[in-house]
């Protein structure tokens, strides 16, 4: 395969993701919510530790095992509370699958939601973890769909995404005025702590809420691959392997003019297939045609 270097505003935990992985698509108009619409889409949002798991069939239908610690949105659990197609992360954990949450980000997902199931699905035993939850034929799975914020760790009970949610969770969802006063005033009393940094990106969440509907993700992802915007938080691999597949052209020749336009951070490694049908960046795989693959097949 020949090889390329392409140089982007990519961030360092790419580089902690699974060596080969499939890339997760979704439809062009799909939006990952907000942190307060996924608050709102949640019949629960619980504070558990991870206990276990229960092998299904495959691993995709494995259900992960949660002792519930505080409940912020719905019934505390009585029991275990298990949810569906959720695991723990391999031991040893050589491909950093059990990579723990950022507590100062609080926009992006997880790293895990940007390589093939769209969402964080693997965990390492003992963690603690903020769960936004639904149901579904009877069983709890994850809420909020494709790069959502569904399951992030939080070791302290005053961590800042506990605050956010916990203030998220008690707004009133038939009250849009009253709804947006609340959200200025949690704003304003949080840009008043101005000696304080974690207070400061809090602000900022409460501030992205206020500002409504994300973008469409492919729209995000279109912007980042074209230097317009940050790449999002985690999705450094899929936007180098877009950014790639992107610069082979229907003569079967690349050109590298877009990627050096890319403002210069971090290198990733990049291989193009001997046909020039496919890209490979850190493992995430695209064809020319759109269609994903996965090397461990």
Not at 128 to 147: D, N, S, T
Not at 236 to 254: C, H, K, N, P, T
């Amino acid at each position: 395969m020949k090889c390329h270097h392409i140089l982007a505003a990519f961030l360092s935990t790419a580089a902690m993701l699974p060596t080969t992985t499939q890339a997760c698509s979704v439809v062009n108009d799909y939006r990952a919510p907000t942190n307060l619409e996924l608050a709102d889409q949640s019949e629960l949002i619980l504070r558990g530790r991870v206990v276990g798991e229960v092998e299904g069939e495959t691993s995709w239908d494995d259900t992960l095992l949660v002792e519930p610690l505080e409940a912020l949105k719905g019934d505390m659990p009585t029991d275990i509370l298990e949810i569906d197609g959720a695991r723990l992360a391999p031991i040893p954990d050589e491909r950093g699958f059990g990579l723990l949450s950022n507590p100062y980000q609080l926009e992006g997902a997880h790293p895990l939601s940007y390589i093939g199931g769209c969402i964080r699905y693997m965990f390492p035993k003992g963690t603690i973890v903020l769960f936004f939850l639904e149901q579904r034929e009877g069983k709890w799975r994850p809420a909020g769909g494709p790069f959502s914020r569904w399951a992030e760790d939080v070791l302290e009970e005053d961590a800042p995404w506990m605050g956010l949610s916990r203030f998220y969770s008690t707004l009133p969802a038939d009250n849009a005025s009253r709804r947006k006063e609340m959200l200025e005033a949690e704003r304003d009393q949080l840009l008043a702590q101005a000696d304080d940094p974690v207070a400061s990106l809090m602000a900022q969440d409460v501030e992205r809420q206020l500002a409504g509907p994300n973008e469409a993700w492919n729209t995000i992802m279109r912007k980042a691959i074209e230097g317009e915007a940050e790449v999002p938080e985690g999705a450094a691999a899929e936007v180098a392997a877009e950014a790639v597949a992107s610069l082979i052209d229907d003569d079967g020749y690349e050109s590298v003019g877009l990627a050096e336009s890319m403002e210069e951070e971090t290198p990733l490694l990049c291989f193009l297939a001997s046909n020039e049908q496919a890209v490979d960046c850190d493992g995430v795989t695209y064809l020319r045609d759109e269609e994903l693959v996965d090397e461990a097949d």
